[in-house]
């Protein structure tokens, strides 16, 4: 493995670590789920920083990095709400808006004729969300070993619905400005 593949081989290792970090979560062993879910956040954001830094940007990383992320975070989400430290409200939400994500990145590829070589590049919101989405898992394990107040859950819930709408607002709005600048490229 050369130096450059690293940034995917971290993503790699995003994905594998979804599975023990879901169980550790659903047999309520939250400080090693805490500290798997830990290692695959600072994966995340080393993947991203050694790919820019060194400029080993990939197509195949820039769809295997928010692969990675969506598949630890939803299934983190979805673990969270089996033991019902997660309400089914917030679970959907960030599952409609990843799946809207997901479809509409998909249909602007095929739709919009982009090489092969372009990368596909989450929007700042976007990341912001990751953060929050990343943050609260922490949270809710953490607060599993160490109690809060109930109401830090609902503002913490509160925030990441917040971010979770607006960061896929954001995609919407993207996509139509594509859409517009697709249409005036070739009028008919």
Known sequence: MSFS???NALSILRIILTVPVVMTLLNHQYFLAMVLF???GITDALDGWIAKRYSF???LGSILDPMADKLLLVSSFVALYVIELLPLWLLVLVFLRD???VSGTVGCFIGSGT??????????LSKINTVLQIALVLF???VQIYPVLPQYNTIFFIITATSTVLSGADYVWIWIE???????KNPQ
């Open 5 to 7: 593949s690293l940034p």
């Open 99 to 101: 799946f809207m994500i």
């Open 38 to 40: 830990f290692i695959a």
């Open 115 to 124: 090489s092969k070589n372009d990368l596909l590049s989450p929007s700042k």
């Open 57 to 59: 940007q990939s197509r």
């Open 178 to 184: 594509q859409v517009i600048l697709q249409e005036k």
């Open 140 to 142: 809710l394990v953490v």
